[in-house]
């Protein structure tokens, strides 16, 4: 169980009331395929990954972004006990989707850096930090039911 | 997984032309941001008198590392050969475990998408990244 303090909770609340989903999801994503493309092999039905253009440009990719970033929220909204959180998530991660976990740290490194492009300055190295906490909080929880 | 192609030399390459301008405030920014967001690598930082992420020292120290990144562009042809020196000085003086290099290059990354948005693309991070991999690999050749 993580603990937080108030000023950690108030400042991942605070991102996420500003955070554009629409914008965010689809570039995390989307870096995420282009940048560690071995992570392609979960979406093999997504059509054309074959570069940067056809990834950034593919429709699918950009309605899974959003999906995923939405993920987030579960835990944005249970920061008390995340692993209850995404115990259900975990299950489908490891029995039906099959994810490496390993892959959690690429796609959230590359949600960290979207992010950081987004909020310029005002994403400090304590915004980072607690921000990075979080989503190891979010990874470690979505690892939990691997067996 | 670190093999740079000549599409990652000529990105990294033109992209350092970009931003070598900041490279004391992206090297500074780097350091901060590690000590803040790693708090374990301050460890070796103990005979700093102040090891506050924003102190004259840690400053300094950012540009120091990030002249080496400067110069290690200008020897991506042979990164082995080029660090030695650097590579003798982290293995035997510094004894930096090698696992923090991943994560000052994490931080570089996440400088260069605050200072640089626009530029700092998809295809610019997977080079940049590969780059620093490589550098990583350079810097712990002569650890064992």
Redesign the interface.
Known sequence: MVNWTKTEKATITDIFSHLDYDDIGPKALSRCLIVYPWTQRYFSGFGNLYNAAAIIGNAKVAEHGIKVLHGLDLGLKKMDNIEAAYADLSSLHSEKLHVDPDNFKLLSDCITIVLAAKLGSAFTAETQATFQKFLGAVMSALGKQYH | MTTLTAKDKQTVKAFWAKVSGKSEDIGADAV??M???YPQTKIYFSHWPDQS?NSPAARKHGITVMMGVGDAVTKMDDLKEGLKELSQLHAFTLRVDPGNFKILS?NI??VM???F?TD????V??SL?KFLAAVSLALSEKYR
């Open positions: 901060a941001r000590l803040v967001v992420p994490h990354l996440v998408a605050v200072m948005p700092f693309t998809p295809d991070h997977v990244d």
